[in-house]
């Protein structure tokens, strides 16, 4: 059985790891994402797991059994002022789960693994997903090299983590795993609205990451009349209305400009260079969202006579999950008493790698209020320990 009173002590255990009241600042492949494998690390090696942490500092936590295993997990990292659900209640649950199968003396027929994920936001690096990227062997070449805004390079802070420095090191054969399963909290409003505390996700949605680059010319504020200027950032803000237009004119379709820096920064100065990001999602036809931004930047750029370039981070495809896990995860969730309806998730989420690259995997949403990537964001100790017990049923199915 699952203890909620247990769940709810790691739970603030777990927050006050670069987190100060609700808020949680604990960015991806930093010390204190590290601190929170190493705690996590001691709950599930005194149930008996066999732990090791990979080439990209993801944590696995295996408990015995023969052939190919079952996958567990989410991620510890969050955004800077985020709060204290996302990614961690699906690691929380995780481990409350396995050791209730433990508590119970389940035998085990196939192993069960927990994974903590590293660096599932890419808040300081860029690049999301990071550590199932590279697990499931789909990092892009050279990915190591890329900075933060001090010029660390991500093999620079792996190395400083204790790994040695090659991510890409961390690839594992899908075909080891028979399943992988996710919990995670909606981070929207819609169990909420039906007065449901779990839902079964059937798709997630596609998702580009890019880096965009303008370059106008920096002048004098005062003596360059208005005709004479390549400002850079009236450029941007010209394409940051764009992306604001595009996806709210087609369906099911985001976008977001969530970082933007301008140089050399200076009130008596136009604008010469501006970088901001693209965060571009669709439920459908995400390929035709992002080649409508693209374009209106060619088309921008041209008109104002400034240049862009475009870093693509990341591009994950629209990810169907498994019906037979669907149906593992239904009959899991109607055991606890919930009819969970079935929905489609707007926030990527690890599980896309396992998904993409051919592993059956599912995912459980727990209820959340406040929104989400915010302190304000909320689950119950209540919603979250029918989660465990959820994920507890749907890992006694498929690993005895
Ligand atoms: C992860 O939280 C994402 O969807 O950006
Ligand atoms: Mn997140
Ligand atoms: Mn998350």
């Given at each position: 059985m699952i203890d909620p009173g247990r769940l709810e002590r790691r739970s603030s255990e777990l927050a006050r790891i670069g987190g100060t009241d609700t808020s949680v600042s604990r960015l991806g492949?930093?010390?204190?994402?590290?601190?929170?494998?190493?705690?996590?690390?001691?709950?599930?090696?005194?149930?008996?797991?066999?732990?090791?942490?990979?080439?990209?500092?993801?944590?696995?936590?295996?408990?015995?059994?023969?052939?190919?295993?079952?996958?567990?997990?989410?991620?510890?990292?969050?955004?800077?002022?985020?709060?204290?659900?996302?990614?961690?209640?699906?690691?929380?649950?995780?481990?409350?789960?396995?050791?209730?199968?433990?508590?119970?003396?389940?035998?085990?027929?196939?192993p069960i693994e927990v994974v903590a994920w590293a660096d599932e936001e890419g808040a300081r690096f860029g690049v999301g997903l990071f550590g199932s990227t590279a697990a499931f062997g789909r990092l892009a070449r050279g990915v190591g090299d890329r900075t933060d805004r001090d010029g660390i390079s991500i093999a620079e802070a792996l190395r400083a983590l204790g790994e040695q420095g090659d991510p890409a090191v961390a690839r594992r054969d899908p075909k080891e795993i028979a399943a992988y399963l996710e919990l995670h909290i909606e981070q929207g409003?819609?169990?909420?609205?039906?007065?449901?505390?779990?839902?079964?996700?059937?798709?997630?949605?596609?998702?580009?990451?890019?880096?965009?680059?303008?370059?106008?010319?920096?002048?004098?504020?005062?003596?360059?009349?208005?005709?004479?200027?390549?400002?850079?950032?009236?450029?941007?803000?010209?394409?940051?209305?764009?992306?604001e237009r595009i996806a709210r004119g087609r369906p099911d379709s985001v976008g977001t400009v969530g970082e933007i820096a301008v140089r050399p920064g200076a009130k008596n100065v136009v604008p010469g260079e501006c970088v901001f990001t693209l965060d571009l999602r669709a439920a459908r036809d995400h390929d035709g969202l992002v080649r409508d931004v693209l374009e209106a930047v060619t088309g921008i750029v041209?008109?104002?006579?400034?240049?862009?370039?475009?870093?693509?981070?990341?591009?994950?495809?629209?990810?169907?999950?498994?019906?037979?896990?669907?149906?593992?995860?239904?009959?899991?969730?109607t055991s606890v008493g919930v009819e969970a309806p079935l929905l489609v998730s707007g926030a990527g989420h690890d599980a896309q790698n396992p998904a993409l690259s051919g592993v059956p995997t599912g995912m459980i949403f727990v209820r959340s209020t406040g929104g989400s990537h915010t302190p304000r964001e909320f689950a119950s100790t209540e919603d979250a320990a029918l989660g465990a017990q959820a994920l507890a049923n749907a890992l006694k199915e498929l690993a005895t």
């Amino acid at each position: 059985m699952i203890d909620p009173g247990r769940l709810e002590r790691r739970s603030s255990e777990l927050a006050r790891i670069g987190g100060t009241d609700t808020s949680v600042s604990r960015l991806g492949l930093s010390a204190d994402e590290q601190r929170a494998r190493d705690l996590v690390r001691g709950w599930l090696a005194a149930k008996g797991a066999q732990v090791r942490r990979d080439a990209a500092a993801n944590l696995f936590a295996r408990f015995h059994g023969e052939g190919q295993g079952i996958l567990v997990g989410s991620h510890l990292d969050s955004v800077p002022e985020g709060g204290r659900f996302d990614g961690a209640l699906g690691v929380l649950c995780a481990v409350e789960a396995i050791a209730a199968l433990v508590d119970a003396k389940i035998k085990l027929r196939r192993p069960i693994e927990v994974v903590a994920w590293a660096d599932e936001e890419g808040a300081r690096f860029g690049v999301g997903l990071f550590g199932s990227t590279a697990a499931f062997g789909r990092l892009a070449r050279g990915v190591g090299d890329r900075t933060d805004r001090d010029g660390i390079s991500i093999a620079e802070a792996l190395r400083a983590l204790g790994e040695q420095g090659d991510p890409a090191v961390a690839r594992r054969d899908p075909k080891e795993i028979a399943a992988y399963l996710e919990l995670h909290i909606e981070q929207g409003p819609r169990l909420e609205t039906a007065g449901l505390p779990l839902g079964i996700v059937s798709d997630i949605v596609g998702i580009y990451h890019a880096r965009v680059a303008i370059r106008g010319r920096a002048d004098h504020a005062g003596a360059t009349v208005m005709t004479a200027r390549a400002d850079a950032l009236a450029a941007a803000s010209e394409i940051v209305l764009a992306v604001e237009r595009i996806a709210r004119g087609r369906p099911d379709s985001v976008g977001t400009v969530g970082e933007i820096a301008v140089r050399p920064g200076a009130k008596n100065v136009v604008p010469g260079e501006c970088v901001f990001t693209l965060d571009l999602r669709a439920a459908r036809d995400h390929d035709g969202l992002v080649r409508d931004v693209l374009e209106a930047v060619t088309g921008i750029v041209s008109a104002r006579g400034v240049e862009a370039s475009v870093d693509d981070l990341a591009r994950v495809p629209v990810t169907p999950l498994d019906p037979k896990i669907r149906d593992v995860l239904k009959r899991a969730t109607t055991s606890v008493g919930v009819e969970a309806p079935l929905l489609v998730s707007g926030a990527g989420h690890d599980a896309q790698n396992p998904a993409l690259s051919g592993v059956p995997t599912g995912m459980i949403f727990v209820r959340s209020t406040g929104g989400s990537h915010t302190p304000r964001e909320f689950a119950s100790t209540e919603d979250a320990a029918l989660g465990a017990q959820a994920l507890a049923n749907a890992l006694k199915e498929l690993a005895t």
